[in-house]
């Protein structure tokens, strides 16, 4: 096992031992652990390998990744949140169908927000909490759209939209504000409007 060396963005770094079984690199802490595989640490994260090298490229890819999904969170609004969770929970891919096993997933998705609002604890904390945040949207959808109340080409835009596309829909309007059904109302409208604009 190689104790020298290793490379870190293309810098080779020398390796100090730090005690038994120990090393450092620069400021990731390299252990040889006893069933001689390799953990990694720098702050929070760890990473194990076969070797040094590969425990340390190893934990440098898993802070790539957490600094992504910081990145990701930092700029994402409720409604993107919205969509990403709901995607990610239902398995909504974009060529995903609106029927999977004779399930309609827009009712599944709008179901998922009704469990969020009327059970508090059917789902995590966090994931409870996201879908939570379109309750006041999917008030407005089953009064317009479900309802028969809107105008019915948006009633029909919608209900030709893929579970990827509704989840977008309703995470804009969480985007929107909506929060009550007169608001719904108003966005609804524009919606009507913007369809007749690409038409003529």
């Keep these: 096992m190689n104790t020298e060396a290793i490379t870190i963005n293309g810098t080779e770094i020398t390796l100090t031992a730090a005690g038994f079984m120990t090393w450092t690199a620069s400021d990731i802490n390299l252990r040889v ?19 040094a090298q590969e425990a340390a490229d190893n934990l440098i890819a898993a802070e790539r990744k957490a600094d992504k999904a910081a990145k990701l969170t930092a700029s994402s609004t409720k409604g993107r949140t919205f969509t990403r969770e709901m995607r990610a929970y239902l398995h909504i891919g974009p060529r995903t169908r609106r029927h999977r096993k004779s399930r309609d997933l827009h009712a599944e998705i709008l179901e998922c927000i009704t469990n969020a609002a009327r059970h508090p604890g059917f789902y995590t904390t966090a994931r409870q909490e996201t879908f939570r945040a379109a309750y006041d949207a999917w008030l407005s959808y089953d009064k317009h759209i479900a309802g028969y109340r809107a105008n019915g080409n948006v009633i029909s835009h919608i209900n030709n939209l893929s579970p990827h596309q509704f989840c977008a829909l309703i995470g804009e ?26 038409t003529a």
């Excluded at 652990?33 to 070797?51: F, H, K, Q, Y």
């Excluded at 109302?185 to 690409?198: G, I, M, P, S, V």
């Design 33 to 51: 652990r006893p069933d001689v595989t390799w953990r990694a640490t720098r702050g929070d994260l760890a990473a194990i390998g076969a070797t």
């Design 173 to 198: 309007m969480v985007d929107a504000g909506i929060t009550n059904v007169g608001e719904g109302e108003r966005y609804f409208a524009q919606l009507a409007r913007d369809l007749f604009a690409q």
